[in-house]
């Protein structure tokens, strides 16, 4: 079971410093506040800073959660595939038209085939490249055995490639069928399901092992747009001398902020508001604190 206790000033900070360190939100935890923390006297003489203890809440029935978020995922997607798919209907052609449409309409079809052609040999290229079977009992072979089911479960034609990293942590990727429902919208889906592997991962173990999940480069392509947004609202927040809020991320989402704009002059960032709400305001204003 995975657990950390983190000492700050106040207790909010201390919850703070500890979902920081193990990855997680507010809702992914259960907090025992072990002491609040005194100032002592005079501010100073006798003070005593909060401690707390953050454990991951251990779900029991991950098959069974995992089901019925990714069947969800699948009924929206559904939804989406049949809006998307409607036929449309053509107003009928002139014969003058025709004639002379006729050339481009050809040319434009061929170089459509061309690139479904090519677009569908890519394709077929990644899912015949199968994935290595990992040992059952090893953290890498739990995630690819848990992912295969979920895959499985959604319908889905994937390869689960499952790999572990000499710091030990696990990392997966998926090959095969288009995958947007495995990314879902900014990516909720991904990480989903990448805590529900983590959990299962981790379940019954000492040492803390973290898991990534990735699907057609994802992260990284999330990562360069979080990035672009920051370096362009810290612009903004410069220019007009105005604090900017941005939308409400998960903790790693705003790291990613925090971290790019760091060393950029002029600007502070720092967040607010509480899960799953948390948001980060970029201030043109000094002395802001960073969490």
Known sequence: MRTYEAEARTVEEAINLALEKLGASIGEVDIQV???????LFGF?????????????????????????????????????????????????????????????????????????KQSKTQKTEETQPAVQRDIDSPEGIAQAFLQEVTKLMGLDVSVHSTRNEEGNVHVVFQGDPQGILIGRRGETLDALQYLT??????????????????????????????????????????????????PMNPYERRIIHTTLQKVEGVTTYSEGEEPYRKIVISPDEGAKKD
Do not use: C, W
């Open 34 to 40: 072990i002491h609040e923390g005194s100032k002592g």
């Open 45 to 117: 003489f006798g003070s005593r800073q909060a401690k707390v203890k953050l454990t991951i809440k251990q779900d029991e029935n991950l098959p069974d959660a995992a089901r019925a978020i990714f069947i969800d995922a699948l009924g929206n997607e559904d939804e989406q595939a049949e809006a998307v798919e409607e036929p449309i209907q053509k107003p009928a052609e002139k014969p003058a038209v025709k004639s002379i449409e006729k050339p481009v309409e050809k040319r434009e079809k061929k170089a459509k085939a061309q690139r479904t052609k």
């Open 198 to 247: 983590s959990l299962q991962v981790n379940r019954g173990g000492e040492d803390y092992i973290r898991v990534t999940l990735d699907s057609e480069g994802y992260r990284a392509k999330r990562e360069d747009s979080l990035r672009r947004l920051a370096n362009r609202m810290a612009n903004r927040a410069k220019k007009t001398r105005r604090r900017v809020k941005l939308e």
